[in-house]
Structures are given as structure tokens and as C-alpha cells.
């Protein structure tokens, strides 16, 4: 088996965008769905940004950053909200603000995006140390073994101070699953009684909300921060936003000065912000709807070549497996991705599909705004044409 998860591009490397040969003629469509974070703003978003009334945010001075934070506090049932250039410094400051002293501990899940894929941010700069427990499938853990790893035995020269838990929702390496909210409240109950506060990488929370078919306050109500990300499924070009209580944003303000992420006249990013939790939010239903649509289309059509399991896809992320010796996933990727004469010839038009590799055979596919009905239909039609061109080739 491979190592590595989510092995993302190197710069200027173009990954699965197809290197056999190419159709010389007829219409070609790209499916993207390598993340949510490809979608480009529409014009509705353009126009607001361009409209939008600025001024100097490091100053307090930018009307459209503080009406995007006044707004996100509210959504989140929280005391205030900042807005921050990027998710990984979201979830940064948030660990830095809970874990003021450095030599501190989090616990965190082994799978958390905030473990896997944000450089070891909160070791690397704020000298806090990751105290892992198991995710299990479902994106929870088993609150025994969290209880097991809040350290006891402090302030025993020995070792570290446990200082925050982190939870993710939804989780991404398990498949965008949503954690339930019984487990939310025993997490809570379980902080409470060592005195524990809770973050929330909430990169994908309103996917969580909408699926759960409750506000974000419902789910944030068990946390005491939460990082939402406005360029995911939400479609903003840029931006995330941390809540709290308002002592909380309060020391976030300097940190997100010293790390490089005070902005000026950051209104042309926040008025993008301002449509995505305005109007991005109920169509994120779609999103939802065309992954399951995906993965039963797998099931029916490409059985037992892929496998996957359609209970387990609750919102946007799709995760599936190649279970044939027929293909690598790296050769299924590129067979999805490039467009040929044949496919041309027998189907009338030419479908990319760009899929992301994660693990071993695990194959990811992420839905967002630019990802229609239609296209739904197109990358799985191009799914029938691939195993079969394949399976063809083994007999």
C-alpha cells in the first residue's frame, strides 16, 4: 500500500489532467472534482466585491469585514468572529489562543485535517504538542480512549498539560461525514469535567448543518471556537472565519497580526464572504445530493471494479476504491482525465474528470457550485467508459 494521504500537486505540476492522447475535435467538458476549493465566484460575488465599501481592517476601519464578522458571530451563536485569509491560520490561531502557555498538549484525532495536512502548525510555531486518539470511521473517536489521554498527573515536571480537544466537522480523510450531535454533547460533557475548552475545525460546517438539517448554532453550541472555511463549498475565492467569546477574538486579532495575516481593505474579500453565508448556503443541498447520486451510479455500474459504501456519503465527499488489478489509481486518474478519439467516436463528445488519490486504492471526488446535474451525469457515464475500456482490455 502507498503511503501519504491527500498527496496534493506540487507547484505548477498539473495533476490527472490527462497525458495520452488527445481528441483532435469535438466538445470537451472538465468535471472537476478534485476538491471544493476549485469553484470560481459567480457573478453575483463579483459584483459585490467590486461594489464593496472599504476601508482599513488592521485599523477596525473596513465596514464590510466587521458587517461579514458582526453576521458569522451571529450564525455561529457566538460572541464575535474574525476574519482570517486562510483555514489552516484559522485553526492556528484558534490552538494558539487556547493554548496560551507553549509546552502545552491537544488532543486530536490521527485523521484531523489539522494533524495531517497544516504543516504541524501548532508544534511548529506555537510549541504545542498533538496527543493523538483513533478516528474512527465515521469521523468520531471513542471517548473512553479521549478520556484516557487527558493527562491526569499534572503539574508533574514530567510531562505536558492537556490544554484543548479538537474535533472535526465534517471530516475530510473519512469522507465528509457529519459527527453526530449526541457525540458533540458527550465530548462537551466530557471537557466540562476536566475543565477542557473544545475547538471545531468547522472547514465544512454549514455541509455538516445543512445535512443535519440544523442552524450551525445548534452544532456550535458544544464548542468553544470554530474555524469555518468560506472557500470550500461555500464558494468564496479566499477567506475563512473563527468565532468565540469575545476575549477570545480578542487575543486572535494579535495573533493573526504577527502571523502575517492582518489585511487592509480586505472588504473585496469579506463582501465574497457575505455571499457565501448569505446565499451559498441552501444550495450545498445539491452538492450533496449529486455525491449520492455519484456513488449509487458506482455501485450500479461499476461493481466490482470500484467499490463503495452509499450509507456512508452524507454530504459532498465521496470516497471510493479500486478494487481491480486492472488499473492503479494513478492510471485510472489519467484514463479519467484525458479525453481520446475513441471515447469521441463512440460517445459524440469528449468528459475530463479529475479525481484525487488519497491512500492506497482510495480514490476522492468533492462536489461544489461548479459541479451540475448534468456533469453528475457526464463523469459517471465517462466512469461506465473507462472500467469498460479496461475490463475490455483484459479479455
Known amino acids: 500500500m502507498r503511503s501519504g494521504l491527500l498527496r496534493l500537486p506540487a507547484a505548477g505540476r498539473r495533476w490527472y489532467r490527462g497525458s495520452g492522447p488527445r481528441a483532435s475535435a469535438g466538445p470537451q467538458r472538465v468535471v472537476d472534482l478534485r476538491s471544493d476549493t476549485v469553484s470560481r465566484p459567480g457573478a453575483a460575488m463579483r459584483d459585490a466585491m467590486r461594489s464593496a465599501a472599504l476601508g482599513d481592517d488592521v485599523y477596525g476601519e473596513d465596514p464590510t469585514v466587521n458587517e461579514l464578522q458582526r453576521r458569522a458571530a451571529q450564525l455561529f451563536g457566538m460572541e464575535a468572529a474574525l476574519f482570517v485569509p486562510t483555514g489552516t491560520m484559522g485553526n492556528l490561531i484558534s490552538v494558539m489562543c487556547h493554548c496560551w502557555e507553549r509546552g502545552t498538549e ?28 483513533k478516528n474512527l470511521p465515521d469521523g468520531t473517536f471513542d471517548l473512553n480512549e479521549l478520556e484516557s489521554n487527558i493527562r491526569h498527573d499534572y503539574p508533574d515536571s514530567h510531562v505536558t498539560r492537556t490544554s484543548l480537544i479538537c474535533l472535526e466537522n465534517t471530516h475530510n480523510v473519512k469522507g465528509g461525514r457529519v459527527l453526530p450531535l449526541p457525540f458533540l454533547q458527550e465530548v462537551r460533557e466530557l471537557a466540562d469535567t476536566y475543565k477542557l475548552p473544545i475547538h471545531m475545525d468547522g472547514a465544512r460546517l454549514m455541509n455538516a448543518a445543512v445535512a443535519q438539517r440544523v442552524r450551525a448554532s445548534d452544532i456550535l453550541r458544544h464548542c468553544d471556537s470554530v474555524s469555518l472555511c468560506l472557500s470550500k463549498g461555500l464558494g468564496s475565492p479566499v477567506g475563512s472565519i473563527i468565532g468565540g467569546r469575545k476575549d477570545f477574538i480578542e487575543r486572535a486579532v494579535r495573533l493573526r497580526k504577527v502571523l502575517g495575516g492582518g489585511m487592509r481593505q480586505a472588504g473585496v474579500l469579506a463582501a465574497a464572504g457575505l455571499i457565501s453565508i448569505s446565499d451559498m448556503v441552501d444550495r450545498l443541498e445539491d452538492d450533496h445530493r449529486n455525491a449520492r447520486t455519484f456513488a449509487q451510479g458506482i455501485k450500479m455500474y461499476a461493481t466490482p471494479f470500484c467499490e463503495v459504501d452509499v450509507d456512508t456519503v452524507e454530504t459532498n465527499i465521496l470516497l471510493f476504491t479500486i478494487n481491480s488489478p486492472l488499473a492503479t489509481t494513478e492510471e485510472f486518474c489519467r484514463r479519467m482525465g484525458e479525453v481520446s478519439e475513441e471515447e469521441v467516436a463512440e460517445t459524440g463528445r469528449g468528459v475530463r474528470v479529475l479525481l484525487l488519490p488519497i491512500y492506497g486504492h482510495i480514490l476522492r471526488a468533492v462536489w461544489h457550485l461548479d459541479v451540475s446535474e448534468e456533469d453528475t451525469r457526464l463523469a459517471l457515464g465517462k466512469l461506465q467508459f473507462v472500467v469498460n475500456k479496461l475490463e475490455q482490455r483484459s479479455t
Open 106 to 133: 491537544l488532543i486530536v484525532g490521527d485523521r484531523a485535517h489539522i494533524h495531517l495536512f497544516e504543516q504541524g502548525g501548532g508544534a511548529q510555531i506555537a510549541g504545542v504538542h498533538s496527543r493523538l486518539v
